[in-house]
């Protein structure tokens, strides 16, 4: 029996209709997860606010996926009902775009862990060598090390201060500078990390950029070149299940 998958989506200026076409794709070719699509993206079941307005819906759902601004969550009614059912153990995982966000909902940012401040950065859209941190967690247990082309965030903070467990990073080139002149930071950034809301078990996938249209910088941003690394789709794929089960029974193809 599948697992139902919610992936809220909605403008936030990352290209949420490409976005969640791919994720839907991947949670469906997998088996295990049914995936439902509420917010804004031509295969939509309804807006957001509808979705969080049945409770049936609600209590259906094995796993929510953000893909979405918080503009998309004006309602303090669909706020509650959220933090309720993660706080009672439906887990959360939230996709690259959702840090400079949610400023204004302390549990939803509880949530997320990392978040984008006035520290925080981009270099351009480019190649980073992600590296495997937590070589026996169940998500990453077997990943090689991979190159991939991405918007890396640099310098995100632990605002809330709960704690997360850092699984991958991805090193900022401090010799290569961005298009508007800003170094790297020649650090180690974190690009995916859990944690835990409540009874919850959460994911924050910090990769994972496609923007809406072409830049005229020779980038290819535009595009889903940052999804096709066999192991971006692995690491998702792996953090839903163990989202959702606390473990990895699949261990997926990469």
């Known amino acids: 029996m599948s697992l139902r998958a919610t992936i809220f989506a909605s403008p936030m200026g990352h ?7 791919v994720l839907a794709g991947w949670l469906r070719a997998s088996g295990l997860f049914e995936p439902t699509v509420a917010g804004t993206p ?21 796993l929510f996926i953000f893909v979405c601004p918080d503009d998309a969550w004006c309602d303090p009614a669909d706020r509650r009902a959220l933090e309720a059912a993660v706080a009672g153990g439906t ?17 939803a940012e509880k949530m997320i862990g990392l978040l984008w401040r006035q ?17 026996h967690h169940p998500i990453t247990a077997g990943v090689p090390d991979f190159d991939t082309e991405d918007e890396l965030f640099c310098t ?8 997360v467990t850092v699984l991958a990073t991805a090193y900022s080139d401090a010799g290569r500078k961005s298009r508007w002149g800003h170094p790297g930071t020649g650090a180690h950034e974190p690009v995916l990390t ?3 809301y409540g009874k919850a078990r959460t994911v924050n996938f910090i990769l994972g950029h496609i923007w ?14 940052a999804l096709q690394p066999p192991q971006i789709r692995t690491l998702f794929l792996r953090s839903c299940e163990w989202a959702v089960r606390g473990d990895v029974i699949d261990t997926r193809d990469m």
């Open 194 to 196: 859990a944690g835990r």
């Open 156 to 163: 995100l903070e632990n605002v809330r201060d709960v704690p």
């Open 119 to 135: 520290t925080a950065s981009h270099g351009d859209f480019n190649t980073c060598r992600v590296s495997i941190q937590e070589k």
């Open 42 to 62: 031509p295969e939509a079941a309804m807006s957001i606010g509808a979705f969080m307005k049945q409770p049936a819906l609600v209590a259906d759902t094995s």
């Open 212 to 225: 809406t249209h072409y830049t005229g910088h020779g980038l290819m941003e535009n595009t889903t070149i």
């Open 91 to 107: 887990p959360v995982l939230f996709w690259h775009g959702l840090h400079p966000t949610y400023r204004d909902w302390p549990e």
């Open 15 to 21: 290209d949420v209709n490409r976005i969640s076409q």
